[in-house]
Structures are given as structure tokens and as C-alpha cells.
């Protein structure tokens, strides 16, 4: 009966420092997923070029720094004319400096997202503190 207890005593000694470990990697893991600083939203809407949608593409949200804009940058993927920013990687808010590139989405050898349908345009845009749509047509 004492050898029992003792092997239990020697197991649960061995197994509480990893479970205290493994509970602390589990907690900094769940921090490290959060986003911190100033609330961020999502910005979703349409793309087109000469009224038909960008078949694949980027948006490149850069702050207006110049306008005092501090805040991150952000990025969406144009897909069939729709772009989103991924939920807690948004925008801040403020003036930004929009970047849009398109593709027309037939791919030739490496290029997978096909040739280049303009040139990339740049406008400055201010965007409201909350979740918001905001479309683009592209001349």
C-alpha cells in the first residue's frame, strides 16, 4: 500500500510543473491572438474596372500620416470584384492613402493571378471609426 501512494506522490510531482507549463503556454498563446491598441473594423465593398468586376487583386490601406493618421495599415485580397479586411486586422479610422492593383486573372506560366489590368491607383480616403462598405470604380 506505501508503494502505491508513493508512486502516485512521484507521479502527480512530475505531471504538475508540465500542467502549470502547459497552462501558461496556453494563456500566452491566447494573449498573443488579440490585437492590441485601438479597436480595428472591417472595410468590405466592390471593385470594379470599366464597370465589370477586378477578377483578382490587392487594396492597400497605408495611414495618412501626413494627415495625422498614426494607426496601422491594412490589406485586402480582391476577389470577382469583393474585398473584405480580415475581423480585428481592419482599419483604425482616419485618413489612409488607399493603393488598388488588379489582375485579370488569367494565368500565364508563373504569374497565377494573370497580366496587369492598370496601373496601381492611390487615393486618399477618410474612413469612419466603425465597420463600414465603400466601393471603388476604377475608370
Not at 504538475?16 to 497552462?23: E, R, T
Not at 496556453?26 to 480595428?40: F, I, K
Amino acid at each position: 500500500m506505501f508503494m502505491q501512494e508513493a508512486m502516485v506522490i512521484t507521479r502527480s510531482r512530475r505531471l504538475g510543473p508540465a500542467v502549470i507549463a502547459m497552462a501558461c503556454l496556453l494563456g500566452l498563446l491566447n494573449g498573443c491572438g488579440r490585437a492590441s491598441g485601438p479597436p480595428r473594423y472591417v472595410v468590405s465593398g466592390q471593385v470594379t474596372f470599366r464597370d465589370m468586376p477586378v477578377p483578382v487583386g490587392e487594396i492597400i490601406f497605408r495611414p495618412d500620416a501626413e494627415a495625422g493618421n498614426e494607426g496601422p495599415g491594412s490589406v485586402a485580397t480582391i476577389r470577382d470584384g469583393a474585398y473584405t479586411t480580415e475581423s480585428g486586422k481592419g482599419l483604425v479610422g482616419g485618413p489612409y492613402v488607399v493603393e488598388i492593383v488588379g489582375f485579370d486573372g488569367v494565368s500565364v506560366a508563373e504569374a497565377t493571378e494573370g497580366g496587369v489590368l492598370f496601373n496601381p491607383i492611390s487615393r486618399k480616403i477618410n474612413f469612419p471609426k466603425a465597420d463600414s462598405t465603400r466601393d471603388f470604380s476604377l475608370p
